[in-house]
Nanobody, 124 residues
Framework: QVQLVDSGGGSVQAGDSLRLSCAAS????????MGWFRQAPGKEREFVAA????????RYADSVKGRFTISRDAAKNTVYLQMNSLKPEDTAVYYC?????????????????WGQGTQVTVSS
């Protein structure tokens, strides 16, 4: 059974940092792109960041560029999202996802598997 388990969320102050992790099990995703999305209350799910199968290519939403960094450890079948300089508007449930292909896409329909989500709350 394929499973993505998100972790690392929490409640922090503006300007703090968090690192989210997404551990995959059930199969290897070393040939797939991985991504992070988020959904704030009352809003649609939005793209945050994605990384190619090799890790050489990354893509970010403009709202997080320069503050967030996505990375992956193929040996551990794990993807990370380092979030620095957090803002209250980053508050959301964050979901990791495994892509259908190897390209770091930004559309959610390009992703076949999803984690359960981890809550990030940033207070001012």
């Amino acid at each position: 059974q394929v499973q993505l388990v998100d972790s690392g969320g929490g409640s922090v102050q503006a300007g703090d940092s968090l690192r989210l992790s997404c551990a995959a099990s059930g199969r290897s995703f070393s040939s797939n792109a991985m991504g992070w999305f988020r959904q704030a209350p009352g809003k649609e799910r939005e793209f945050v960041a994605a990384i190619s199968w090799s890790g050489a290519g990354t893509r970010y939403a403009d709202s997080v560029k320069g503050r967030f960094t996505i990375s992956r450890d193929a040996a551990k079948n794990t993807v990370y999202l380092q979030m620095n300089s957090l803002k209250p508007e980053d508050t959301a449930v964050y979901y990791c996802a495994a892509g259908s292909g190897s390209y770091p896409a930004s559309r959610s329909n390009e992703y076949a598997y999803w984690g359960q989500g981890t809550q990030v709350t940033v207070s001012s």
